[in-house]
């Protein structure tokens, strides 16, 4: 299994609190992903990282903003949490951009009261 | 608008059949298919891919197609497995470019029944 863990797996915030998820990899790939999974949506592209400090935005980055300051490190911050922010979020790496599988990490509950 | 679509929100089989589950894209500069497996609580693990070159892989008890001129594919397990019961997602990627992120369907969720 490719090394990838996400921290915290659960967590439960109130509205308009700031949460940061961390995604931590073990396997020097470039690219980096955060993904959250909703019912009806399937899997939605957050942001994504192309390198340290490199990163841009995905189909639904609005009221999240990331950080790459370590190759094995991306982090997922909410600003303000909103309801509509609950969610399960799936952080993902791969070693090219094109033409490769990515890897998984378990994923974190986030529950936004 | 999707661009990757799985029609049917759910598919049960019988043990021991075969099943079929089937993506449309809208895209045409997508050139590289991959389908997912997601068991409950877990993160998706790859199953298996497709470039838009070929029009068929296969890997053991898994087949995907590829028609491109209909922008379709699908996958085939045969012989289906209780354990092969999971939401199955399936994926395109987007050629060249820094932009790496794979773009998926809603899933479809198969049960195999023993």
């Known amino acids: 299994d490719a090394g990838i863990t996400q921290s915290p797996r659960h967590k439960v915030t109130e509205t308009g609190t700031p949460v940061t998820l961390r995604c931590h990899q073990t396997e020097n790939h470039r690219y980096m992903y955060w993904y959250r999974q909703d019912p009806g949506h399937g899997l939605r592209l957050i942001h994504y990282?192309?390198?340290?400090?490199?990163?841009d935005k995905g189909e639904v980055s609005d009221g999240y903003s990331v950080s790459r300051s370590k190759t094995e490190d991306f982090l997922l911050t909410l600003e303000s949490a909103t309801s509509s922010q609950t969610s399960v979020y799936f952080c993902?790496?791969?070693?090219?951009?094109?033409?490769?599988?990515?890897?998984f990490g378990q994923g974190t509950r986030l529950t936004v009261v | 608008d999707q661009q990757v679509k799985q029609n049917s929100p759910s598919l049960s089989v019988q043990e021991g059949r075969i099943s079929i589950l089937n993506c449309d894209y809208t895209n045409s500069m997508f050139d590289y298919f991959l389908w997912y497996k997601k068991y409950p609580a877990e993160g998706p693990t790859f199953l298996i891919s497709?470039?838009?070159?070929?029009d068929k892989n296969e890997d053991g008890r898994f087949t995907v197609f590829l028609n491109k001129s209909a922008k379709h594919l699908s996958l085939h397990i045969v012989p289906s497995q209780p354990g092969d019961s999971a939401v199955y997602f399936c994926?395109?990627?987007?050629?060249?470019?820094?932009?790496?992120?794979?773009?998926f369907g809603k899933g479809t969720k198969l049960s195999v029944k023993p």
């Open positions: 990282s192309y390198g340290v400090k490199d990163t």
């Open positions: 497709i470039s838009s070159i070929k």
């Open positions: 993902a790496i791969s070693s090219t951009s094109v033409n490769t599988e990515a890897f």
């Open positions: 994926a395109a990627s987007l050629y060249g470019g820094s932009q790496g992120n794979l773009i």
